[in-house]
Structure formats: structure tokens, C-alpha cells
């Protein structure tokens, strides 16, 4: 995908948006001294092409009962050892290809980066307490197959956390 040219309209656009996607196209408009049917054109041509990806409603995870964040690092083992219950279900070709296939089945998991570095990826877990860490952890990412190593580490504050990005 080819990156496009964003003028200074355009990204106080997504700066606005970024703040609030429930904002009113008049509301956006009014904000860039656009009239609506020129923004509705510049807010669509951004979605189309692929700069705005989604909008979404961000939940508070301690209001719905997810009090524990966990980062956990994985690496995996670097031939797979056979077929498993996965692996047959998917016939993937590696071990990487395997896990990421899983990773999307696992709702504790609400991100996972491929990394550089000794392990292998990342993830951000968000769960109930320790004791749902627990079961995630021993009943599900330990038993894949793939996964030869995991390190774990706890979020203890919050200190930022948007997902606003900068508009340069």
C-alpha cells in the first residue's frame, strides 16, 4: 500500500477524529473552517485509503472486570516437533505460523507483535486477576505446541496509554 500525501487539513482531521470518532462531520468541519461536503470528501478519501482503519469504542478493562495487564514475552521452539491438534486442524508450516494462527482464538490476547530480539513475540494480556493469568497461561499459551519459553511481566501503574498517533 502506497503511503499517501497528508496535507495540514487533512491531519488536524485525524487529530480530531483521533480525540473523538464520534465527533459530527459538521463538528470536524467547523474545527478545520472546512465546509461539510469538502471534509465528508477528505474524511472518505482517508478512510478509503486505509489511513483511517476503524472506529471504536475504547472500554475501561477495570470496568468490565479485567483488573490485571500482562506483557508476556514468547519464544518458540524453531522446528515444530510433529503434528498436533492445532497443526493438523491447520496444516501450517511453522511453528510461527502455527502460533500466530492461535493467538487470534485467544480473547485474553488483545495485541501480539512479532519481535526482534531473543524472544519472539509479544503480547498484551488483559484478564479478570491472577488466578485467570494463571489458567491462561498454563491451560492455554504453555500447551501450545510451539512455544518453548514465555516471561511475564505485570503492568503495577498506568502511566500513559492512548491510541492517538502522532500526526507529524
Known amino acids: ?25 459538521q463538528d470536524v468541519a467547523d474545527q478545520v473552517s472546512l465546509s461539510p461536503s469538502p471534509c465528508l470528501r477528505r474524511i472518505k478519501r482517508l478512510e478509503e485509503a486505509g489511513v483511517i482503519r476503524q472506529y471504536v469504542a475504547l472500554l475501561d478493562p477495570a470496568q468490565i472486570g479485567l483488573g490485571l495487564l500482562a506483557y508476556v514475552n514468547v519464544r ?11 497443526g493438523a486442524r491447520r496444516a501450517s508450516s511453522s511453528p510461527h505460523a502455527d502460533f500466530a494462527l492461535s493467538v487470534e482464538d485467544w480473547p485474553e490476547v488483545v495485541a501480539c507483535y512479532a ?27 504453555l500447551i501450545h505446541p510451539s512455544v518453548a519459553d514465555v516471561k511475564s511481566s505485570f503492568a503495577l501503574q498506568r502511566i500513559k496509554d492512548t491510541t492517538a498517533l502522532p500526526i507529524m
Open 76 to 86: 518458540l521452539e524453531k522446528h515444530s516437533e510433529g503434528a498436533n491438534a492445532a
Open 115 to 141: 519481535m526482534t530480539g531473543e524472544m519472539d513475540y509479544l503480547l498484551r494480556v488483559h484478564v479478570e486477576d491472577m488466578e485467570h493469568f494463571s489458567r491462561f497461561m498454563m491451560k492455554t499459551l
Open 1 to 25: 500500500m502506497s503511503k499517501i500525501e497528508l496535507d495540514k487539513t487533512d491531519r488536524k482531521i485525524l487529530a480530531i477524529l483521533q480525540a473523538d470518532g464520534r465527533a459530527s462531520n
